[in-house]
């Protein structure tokens, strides 16, 4: 069976969790590869609703096995509170979860030292407030970074812990961030007492199961918008979002993928600042806002909506090289007369096909519209795509002609069971 990447097309919270955990049923393991708990991925089971910000989507699965690659920076009070939220649920963990030994662990201080980076540089992301950049940022340092086998080798976390305290002491002096030491060090013997039965050679684990015809999924956070080398850069989050990441995030070959998953909305969201061509109107931003529910699983924070723009998503379709593509929550726009479709930018005149590396150009965007006829008919029973209303296949028919890319699911509802498979062979 084919091994698939799942990651997002557009800007974040395009429902990769749900996408994943309805593929997961078939696979034997789903490898997260890289973010942190900035990452939340919503999976709703009947009247059942699962947030998770680290635990792979295939969780819910008892036969499937589930990896913490080390691309992921990890937050241990977020991982253990929810492995306890699912054991309430009567959902074991046990030996079905694997940490890589390579990732490295989010701690106090770099939640202080993100509001610090803020406060200097001026310049408001938008971040999650949970100590992503930092952590990445130690990791590139390398004098910074601890990793989990550190954790394990509790003298050796001392001595990183305490150059860590020396080296950022100004700068939590300055933002007011007081860290308890002792009480840090008694937390985190703890932790890593809870932490080693799950942690295993992760690359030797996915490159044994890819030998013996094991299926893999591989899970991304975030989305492509906001990978850190081709997003919407400097709004974007700290690590590489694309399909790169899955070799250095998990330590597999590029032969170890057949497919790449896309996962787009049938519209557009983002959270916080930066350039959005296709921003709705604000009555109309906050209708979609309310239908579909567009809050932030991990912030709360409201999303911002627009029609979908397939400049971006074309874009992202090249950067990944998507085999086939999902699109999500399409029946938020069930009740509309008619949708628009970004095929383009308008730029002092002319006409921009592409989509512009330069921040400062993407801001001087106007978005080129193709006007498609609603269906305004509920599709939030159909389970078939022959049942969907002509004007909603159209609307489909459209997105894959623009892209090149074939349509592979569709989902018309938050629940597992409203997924609807297009094309089997894709999956």
Request: glycine share 10%.
């Amino acid at each position: 069976m084919a091994n698939t990447v799942i990651l997002g097309a557009q800007w974040g919270d395009e429902s990769k969790g749900g996408t994943t955990d309805f593929l997961a049923e078939g696979a034997d393991i789903v490898a997260r590869y890289q973010g942190g708990d900035n990452a939340g991925h919503t999976i709703v089971i009947g009247e059942d609703k699962f947030v998770f910000h680290l635990l792979p989507s295939g969780v819910l699965h008892p036969n499937t096995v589930n990896v913490i690659g080390n691309g992921v920076v990890i937050n241990l009070e977020t991982l253990f509170g929810e492995i306890s939220d699912l054991e309430a649920c009567g959902v074991e963990v046990g030996d079905r979860l694997k940490i890589s030994s390579r990732a490295h662990l989010i701690l106090p201080y770099h939640r202080i030292m993100e509001s610090w980076d803020d406060l200097g540089s001026g310049l408001k992301l938008g971040t999650t407030a949970r100590g992503i950049g930092p952590t990445y940022s130690d990791k590139m340092n390398r004098h910074a970074g601890i990793r989990v086998a550190d954790l394990l080798d509790f003298e050796l976390f001392q001595k990183k812990l305490d150059f860590n305290l020396a080296a950022k002491g100004y700068a939590l002096d300055q933002i007011g961030g007081e860290i308890d030491r002792q009480a840090l060090l008694e937390q985190y013997y703890t932790y890593s007492e809870q932490l080693a039965p799950y942690v295993a050679d992760t690359p030797e684990l996915l490159n044994d199961a890819l030998r013996t015809g094991k299926r893999i999924l591989f899970e991304g956070a975030q989305g492509t918008m906001l990978d850190v080398d081709f997003g919407t850069y400097p709004y974007v989050t700290s690590s590489n979002t694309t399909v790169g990441a899955v070799c250095t995030g998990l330590g597999v070959g590029p032969q170890a993928i057949h497919r790449v998953l896309g996962v787009s909305k049938a519209y557009v969201t983002r959270v916080g600042s930066g350039p959005f061509p296709t921003e709705m109107p604000p009555d109309l931003d906050e209708e979609i806002r309310g239908i579909g529910e567009e809050y932030g699983a991990t912030t709360q924070r409201p999303r911002r909506c627009g029609w979908l723009d397939l400049v971006a998503l074309r874009y992202a379709a090249q950067v990944n090289g998507f085999t086939g593509l999902a699109l999500t929550k399409f029946d938020v726009l069930d009740h509309l007369d008619e949708l628009r479709v970004c095929v383009a930018y308008r730029r002092r005149g002319e006409e921009v096909a592409t989509y512009p590396p330069s921040l400062r150009v993407l801001e001087e965007c106007e978005a080129v519209y193709e006007i498609l006829p609603g269906w305004k008919q509920s599709t939030v029973d159909v389970r078939h795509y022959e049942n969907l209303p002509e004007n909603a296949k159209r609307y489909i028919a459209f997105v894959a002609d623009f892209l090149n890319v074939p349509i592979a699911l569709i989902s018309v509802g938050k629940e597992r069971t409203q997924t609807i498979v297009c094309n089997e062979d894709l999956l």
